[in-house]
């Protein structure tokens, strides 16, 4: 029994670009660079993983064969094929070991690969934890999955992840890389089925917030299997499996400064842009740059950076009202203009104690998202 369906192209394209997002033939195991599809009577599902994650997405399909059936193909040669693939419908059919996709005057044969070595991918819990606005979602993780470390970076396997904390009305996510911190709450619609808290690799949401921005779906529903292995996100056709850190995660409440005194109010926009010029010369090993407060006025923000092999730059920014006392501290600047680029609004505080102090940057007026970063000691 046969292979034998027919799909729009658009349809097809885009569900491999969904699933290829997750193949893993970088691990040394050649069967994870493989996309699965598997033929139902309407529908065609393409799954692929690369055992960190998986991702699972059903377009409609017209079955022409004689049944369910499902084969494995190389997921890059695939892709290629279906991002060049002209406008109308494919006809997809295994021959032999082959499979066979025509669209208009176009026919190209691929190898199969071997399905009975493909791992198995975990199946859609039956229990809902929760639904999410997908927007909601979607800036939830924008603001806080860069401030983790890649896998590639660090062994500290926590320092790699989001910590998502569900709780009775509301969605706390939160990302650190020893250095800085941001949390990000969202409030849930309904409460969710079971409270809990679950640290999923940050890579691996960055995989998911490029999905969501390609899907249609209002809202994402989650789902956890019963082991608490896998987090399961849902959105229309699409389902994106992440496996969850088994890590315990820092205490991050502690380092979240809550009494700071000195609050800088400025224009977003400015103190970024003020902060990208002022990079610029500053010493290439800590990126380091001094924000300063001076006496007598307290009514304006001096931004200076300098370097041996670079030179030196000074910007002076207007607060939108006077400091509470002066101050002079140092921060990497990368560091504070990645959060003001994750940051919508037209104002924010910049609230410092002293000079050695964690520093927390919030949106003015505050929208749930905080921003914490540890200084850099002056010599």
Known sequence: MEVEFSCPREALWFGVKTVGRALGAGRGMPILGGIKLELTDDALTLQATDLERAIICTIPAENRG???????????????????????????????????????????????????????????????????????????????????????????????????????????????????LALKEEPLPTPPAEEGEYLVSSDSLKELLGILAQVEAEEVELYLDEQKRNLFFKAGEVIFIAKLLQEEYPDFERVIPRENR????????????????????????????ILEVREPALTALAISSQSAEKGEAEEVLRLLRPAEEPIKISFKAEYLIEALKKMDSAEVTFWLEDPESAGLLEPSPPGGFIYVCMPIRMG
Do not use: W
């Open 66 to 180: 004689d049944g369910p059936r499902a084969v494995l193909v190389n997921g890059e040669l695939l892709t290629k094929v279906a991002s060049r693939l002209p406008e109308g419908e494919v006809l997809v059919r295994t021959v032999e070991e082959k499979v066979e996709l025509s669209c208009g005057g176009v026919k190209i044969d691929l190898l199969t690969m071997p399905l009975e070595d493909y791992p198995e991918i975990p199946k859609l819990p039956e229990l809902r934890s929760c639904a999410i606005p997908r927007e909601q979602l979607q800036q939830g993780l924008d603001q806080t999955t860069f401030a983790a470390l890649s896998a590639r970076e660090t062994s500290r396997l926590s320092l790699t992840g989001v910590d998502m904390i569900l709780q009775e009305d509301k969605l706390r996510l939160v990302a650190t890389n020893g250095y800085r």
């Open 262 to 289: 000195i609050g800088l109010h400025l224009e977003r926009l400015a103190f970024l842009e003020a902060l990208q010029r002022v990079e610029i010369t500053a010493a290439e090993e800590s990126g380091a740059v």
